[in-house]
């Protein structure tokens, strides 16, 4: 079946760039999502890229697909303490509307 | 314009108890999903409803169950728990099934 790997810890300065990467299997992935979860929160879409692109930017966001591959990032920009928090990758596929996270990336900005 | 609203936030419940979490989708959507998340881990699917309906299904047994009422908010039904339920559940709505979708904060469920 379909999976979703994520690296599980990334630590970086304020200031610094961000890049949280991801894998996944589903060869059918239609759309690619990077969600937001900070403690006790529910998770936050941060942005989608639709599998026939190869980038996209959203302010500090970037998105980076490489289909091939089958390898997605994120890249933050100017990192600040706010994004604290954990990263999920997730993947749609043939299965509109069952999406496939990953376990999630543990972002630490160190001031 | 609220967004998607689950209640309770947090439960304990016994093993072998049954139990019901509930779910109000954003203003404007009017599909319902839900997930579960266990300490650590990413999301699971459970299952989508749309038009009142179970349109897809995760890999979870049957003693997870769901609906959807008239007004787009949902239930979902937990039978005969287990320890391994404990989890964050999660609920997002969206209009429609792709582009994403709003999760609400999501209900804490013990089971000791």
């Known amino acids: 079946g379909e999976d979703v790997e994520q690296s599980l810890f990334l630590s970086v300065r304020e200031g610094d760039s961000s890049v949280i990467n991801c894998t996944y299997t589903?060869?059918?992935?239609?759309?690619l999502y990077w969600y937001k979860q900070e403690p006790g929160a529910g998770l936050q879409l941060l942005t989608y890229?639709?599998?026939?692109?190869d980038m996209k930017q959203d302010q500090r966001l970037t998105v980076l697909l490489n289909k091939k591959d089958k390898h997605l990032s994120l890249r933050i920009a100017d990192t600040q303490t706010g994004d604290s928090a954990i990263y999920f990758c997730?993947?749609?596929?043939?299965?509109?509307?069952?999406?496939?996270f990953g376990d999630g990336t543990t972002l630490t900005v160190k001031p | 314009d609220a967004g998607v609203t689950q209640s309770p936030t947090h439960l304990i419940k016994t093993r072998g108890q049954q139990v019901t979490l509930r779910c109000s989708p954003k203003?404007?959507?009017?599909?319902v999903s839900w997930y579960q998340q266990a300490l650590g881990q990413g999301p699971q699917f459970i299952f989508q409803?749309?038009?009142?309906?179970?349109?897809q299904r995760g890999n979870f047994p049957d003693r997870f169950s769901g609906h959807q009422f008239p007004n787009y908010s949902s239930e979902l039904n937990v039978n005969a728990l287990l320890l391994g339920d404990s989890a964050l559940y999660l609920c997002?709505?969206?209009?429609?099934?792709?582009?994403?979708?709003?999760f609400g904060s999501g209900t804490r469920l013990t089971v000791v």
């Open positions: 997002a709505s969206s209009r429609g099934v792709n582009y994403g979708y709003t």
């Open positions: 589903d060869s059918s992935s239609t759309y």
């Open positions: 890229i639709f599998s026939n692109m």
């Open positions: 997730a993947e749609e596929g043939t299965n509109a509307g069952k999406s496939t």
């Open positions: 203003s404007g959507h009017d599909t």
């Open positions: 409803y749309y038009e009142e309906e179970e349109r």
